[in-house]
């Protein structure tokens, strides 16, 4: 298996446009997370998904964010309208059935910066 | 309410010397524990996890660590580093009836020639 996928790997774009971030999860696996990672806040769950339902999202910070997963093999995180204090890296990560704590597999990240 | 606290931002050490990257919670109830690595532009990975039985975990890369219950901590080891273990490293917490991941603020080890 390639791991898990995100794509773009960078972004920049500039303040008000919409953000759109895709996420492949590793084939067979049913969680789904969403990380942000900043030098200040460090790492932070933003919301995951079980077999495509979202369980969990009271990490995203507000409305402008929103998370999708229309099928076991895809997601996306969209921010809409993006702001400079988005600019992060995002992680997505995927876990193997069964419980949620099993070891979590994390993409390459996507470095968004919002000008 | 939990939390993990990485009290080191930053380690220097030696190559070949031995390395301790503390971690503590707090949880009032009980709790999984992990140490994550993540290398220089790539996304983390797991280097062991604690879930029950021996205290001592053993992991990827020579690390190993111990929890302490009573201590409620979950500090990580390696006795001889090498350069190429230089890389972010964060402890993380998550509660057994829960279904919460928390992440520390990370420890920045550099491993010095």
């Known amino acids: 298996d390639a791991g898990v996928i995100q794509s773009p790997r960078h972004e920049v774009t500039e303040m008000g446009q919409e953000v759109t971030l895709r996420c492949k999860p590793i084939?067979?696996?049913?969680?789904l997370f969403w990380y942000r990672q900043t030098m200040m806040r460090g790492l932070e769950l933003l919301i995951y998904f079980n077999n495509n339902v979202p369980i969990d999202d009271s990490g995203m910070p507000e409305d402008r964010f929103s998370a999708k997963m229309p099928n076991a093999s895809f997601s996306t995180l969209k921010i809409q309208p993006s702001e400079p204090r988005d600019s992060a890296v995002y992680f997505c990560?995927?876990?193997?059935?069964?419980?949620?704590?099993?070891?979590?597999?994390f993409g390459p990240g996507t470095r968004l910066t919002v000008l | 309410a939990q939390s993990v606290t990485q009290l080191d931002s930053q380690v220097p050490v030696f190559e070949e010397a031995p390395v301790e990257l503390r971690c503590n919670y707090s949880?009032?109830?009980?709790?999984?524990l992990f140490w994550y690595v993540q290398y220089p532009n790539q996304g983390l990975q797991l280097l062991l996890k604690y879930l029950s039985g021996s205290t001592l975990v053993k992991g990827i890369n020579g690390f190993e660590a111990e929890f302490n219950k009573s201590q409620t901590s979950f500090h990580l080891r390696k006795p001889s580093v090498h350069i190429s273990d230089t890389a972010e490293y964060f402890c993380a917490v998550s509660v057994i009836t829960g279904n919460q991941f928390y992440f520390g603020t990370g420890t920045s080890l550099t491993v010095i020639p």
């Open positions: 949880s009032s109830v009980s709790v999984y």
């Open positions: 990560a995927s876990s193997s059935p069964g419980d949620w704590y099993n070891e979590q597999f």
């Open positions: 084939s067979g696996h049913d969680y």
